[in-house]
Protein backbone atom coordinates (compact mmCIF):
# COMPACT_ATOMS: atom_id res chain seq x y z
CA UNK A 1 0.00 0.00 0.00
CA UNK A 2 1.00 3.54 -0.26
CA UNK A 3 2.77 5.40 2.49
CA UNK A 4 4.11 8.76 2.69
CA UNK A 5 6.10 9.89 5.94
CA UNK A 6 7.06 13.36 6.26
CA UNK A 7 10.47 15.06 7.99
CA UNK A 8 12.13 17.89 8.18
CA UNK A 9 10.51 19.93 10.65
CA UNK A 10 11.27 21.64 13.51
CA UNK A 11 11.85 25.02 15.36
CA UNK A 12 13.20 27.76 13.21
CA UNK A 13 13.38 31.74 14.09
CA UNK A 14 11.49 34.15 11.71
CA UNK A 15 13.60 34.78 8.42
CA UNK A 16 15.12 31.16 8.54
CA UNK A 17 14.17 28.24 6.23
CA UNK A 18 13.56 24.92 6.64
CA UNK A 19 13.34 21.92 3.65
CA UNK A 20 10.83 19.15 4.31
CA UNK A 21 10.81 15.89 2.93
CA UNK A 22 8.01 13.40 1.85
CA UNK A 23 9.52 9.71 0.98
CA UNK A 24 6.52 7.91 -0.66
CA UNK A 25 7.03 3.64 -1.10
CA UNK A 26 4.93 2.08 -3.24
CA UNK A 27 3.62 4.72 -5.82
CA UNK A 28 5.47 5.45 -8.96
CA UNK A 29 5.49 9.45 -8.54
CA UNK A 30 4.66 10.11 -12.35
CA UNK A 31 1.19 8.73 -12.13
CA UNK A 32 0.24 11.14 -9.09
CA UNK A 33 -0.11 14.43 -8.26
CA UNK A 34 1.62 15.65 -4.98
CA UNK A 35 0.65 18.23 -2.88
CA UNK A 36 1.97 19.99 0.78
CA UNK A 37 -0.74 20.93 3.05
CA UNK A 38 -0.71 22.42 6.31
CA UNK A 39 -2.75 22.68 9.63
CA UNK A 40 -2.08 25.62 11.84
CA UNK A 41 -2.88 25.27 15.87
CA UNK A 42 -6.96 25.92 16.10
CA UNK A 43 -7.31 26.40 12.67
CA UNK A 44 -8.61 24.44 9.15
CA UNK A 45 -6.58 22.50 7.09
CA UNK A 46 -5.01 24.63 3.72
CA UNK A 47 -3.03 24.27 0.71
CA UNK A 48 -0.42 25.51 0.69
CA UNK A 49 1.61 23.95 -2.69
CA UNK A 50 0.90 21.48 -5.28
CA UNK A 51 2.64 19.32 -8.55
CA UNK A 52 1.13 17.49 -10.95
CA UNK A 53 1.81 15.07 -12.81
CA UNK A 54 3.42 17.11 -15.68
CA UNK A 55 5.15 18.99 -13.66
CA UNK A 56 2.77 21.98 -13.15
CA UNK A 57 2.98 23.45 -9.70
CA UNK A 58 1.05 25.98 -7.95
CA UNK A 59 0.78 27.74 -4.93
CA UNK A 60 -1.40 29.54 -1.77
CA UNK A 61 -0.67 33.48 -2.44
CA UNK A 62 0.49 33.39 1.40
CA UNK A 63 3.63 31.48 0.08
CA UNK A 64 3.99 32.30 -3.26
CA UNK A 65 7.47 33.21 -3.81
CA UNK A 66 8.99 31.76 -0.59
CA UNK A 67 7.91 28.44 -0.61
CA UNK A 68 9.10 25.58 -3.93
CA UNK A 69 7.68 22.23 -4.03
CA UNK A 70 9.40 19.85 -6.37
CA UNK A 71 9.83 16.30 -6.21
CA UNK A 72 12.56 13.74 -7.31
CA UNK A 73 11.29 10.64 -8.89
CA UNK A 74 14.11 8.65 -8.92
CA UNK A 75 14.25 9.00 -4.70
CA UNK A 76 10.57 8.81 -4.35
CA UNK A 77 10.45 12.01 -2.68
CA UNK A 78 8.55 15.55 -2.64
CA UNK A 79 10.08 18.82 -1.09
CA UNK A 80 8.98 21.68 0.10
CA UNK A 81 11.95 24.27 0.40
CA UNK A 82 10.87 26.98 2.54
CA UNK A 83 12.58 30.41 3.04
CA UNK A 84 11.65 33.68 4.44
CA UNK A 85 9.63 31.72 7.17
CA UNK A 86 7.08 33.95 9.77
CA UNK A 87 5.22 32.91 12.60
CA UNK A 88 2.22 32.64 10.64
CA UNK A 89 3.71 29.41 8.78
CA UNK A 90 3.81 27.70 12.25
CA UNK A 91 1.38 24.57 11.31
CA UNK A 92 1.91 20.59 10.99
CA UNK A 93 2.19 19.81 7.21
CA UNK A 94 1.30 17.08 5.39
CA UNK A 95 2.65 15.54 2.20
CA UNK A 96 -0.57 14.59 0.09
CA UNK A 97 -0.54 12.56 -2.74
CA UNK A 98 -3.78 11.72 -5.67
CA UNK A 99 -3.97 9.12 -8.20
CA UNK A 100 -5.95 10.23 -11.10
CA UNK A 101 -6.77 13.70 -12.82
CA UNK A 102 -7.35 16.71 -10.87
CA UNK A 103 -8.07 20.28 -12.16
CA UNK A 104 -5.74 23.44 -12.00
CA UNK A 105 -8.45 24.68 -9.55
CA UNK A 106 -8.26 21.51 -7.18
CA UNK A 107 -4.59 21.14 -6.82
CA UNK A 108 -5.41 22.53 -3.12
CA UNK A 109 -8.63 20.99 -2.33
CA UNK A 110 -7.76 18.65 0.26
CA UNK A 111 -10.79 16.53 -0.67
CA UNK A 112 -8.66 16.17 -4.23
CA UNK A 113 -6.23 13.63 -2.20
CA UNK A 114 -6.17 10.05 -1.51
CA UNK A 115 -3.21 9.23 0.39
CA UNK A 116 -1.60 10.90 3.50
CA UNK A 117 1.12 11.54 5.73
CA UNK A 118 1.24 11.43 9.59
CA UNK A 119 3.01 15.65 9.39
CA UNK A 120 5.80 17.36 10.44
CA UNK A 121 5.52 19.95 12.46
CA UNK A 122 6.79 23.54 11.86
CA UNK A 123 7.41 26.00 14.75
CA UNK A 124 8.52 29.54 13.55
CA UNK A 125 8.69 32.03 16.33
Known amino acids: HVQLVESGGGSVQAGGSLRLSCVAS????????WAWFRQPPGKEREGVAAISSDYRSTYADSVKGRFTISRDNAKRTLYLQMNSLKPEDTAMYYC????????????????????WGQGTQVTVS
Open 26 to 33: NVHMRHFY
Open 96 to 115: AARQGYLSWAALLWQGGYDY
